[in-house]
Every structure is written in C-alpha cells, then in structure tokens.
C-alpha cells in the first residue's frame, strides 16, 4: 500500500489549503483513513479521520468547525479541506490507513499502519 499527499505549501493566516492523498495497493474493501500532523518541537498528534464505507468522520478539538476531511472512493483519495488557517496550523501534514479498523473509527496513530511522506503546511501570521 502507497500513500502520496500533496496540495501542502504558504498561505496566510485566514486562508485556505485543500490536501489530497492518493492511495494504490491491496488495501481491502473496508478502513480507516486519517490526517495526523507534527509541529516542529511537538509530537505528532491527530487531526482528522473517516471510514471510507461509511464516511463517518472525527475531528481534533483545535480543528473542529475550521477542518473539512472528506473521501472519494471512486478515485481512492482522501482529503483535507483546511479553511480559517492559524500560524499554529504550521506542520507536516500526514495521511495514513488502518487496514485494521475500517469499522470502528479510531484516531490513535499506531493503529494506521501505513503512512504518507508528508507534506508541509505553513501558515504565516
């Protein structure tokens, strides 16, 4: 299984960046998909996440309201929509699967077994 992020770069603070990951391989019919991020000097924390069949979605508390994540499974890809970006937004942005819990949605990052490059994020104030 692959995962390709992108749509990452600078924008200002109150603007907008709409991330995309592109998955490929034997990944079955049923998982979980997510965004996690690390800020430089912070450990890697959850963002967003949704099950691809039944689209159910959580959410950050830091992100709620701002942060849109999104599937289209015809083309296998997951989204982040950021609206309402924050200097504190300023991140690696990494999407991952869990091929485990493709039922239950689970935002603890050890259950996602595969990972994408990352892709960064900066925000400026």
């Known amino acids: 299984v692959q995962l390709q992020a992108s749509g990452g770069g600078l924008v200002q603070a109150g603007g907008s960046l709409r991330l995309s990951c592109a998955i490929s391989g034997r990944t079955g019919s049923s998982y979980g998909m997510a965004w996690f991020r690390r800020a430089p000097g912070k450990e890697r924390e959850f963002v967003a996440a949704?099950?691809?069949?039944?689209?159910?979605?959580s959410y950050a508390d830091s992100v709620k309201g701002r942060f849109t994540i999104s599937r289209d499974n015809s083309m296998n890809t997951v989204y982040l929509q950021m609206n309402s970006l924050k200097s504190e937004d300023t991140a690696v942005y990494y999407c991952a699967v869990s091929t485990a819990y493709g039922v239950i949605l689970t935002t603890q990052a050890e259950r996602y077994n595969y990972w994408g490059q990352g892709t960064q994020v900066t925000v400026s104030s």
């Open positions: 949704i099950l691809r069949n039944s689209g159910k979605t």
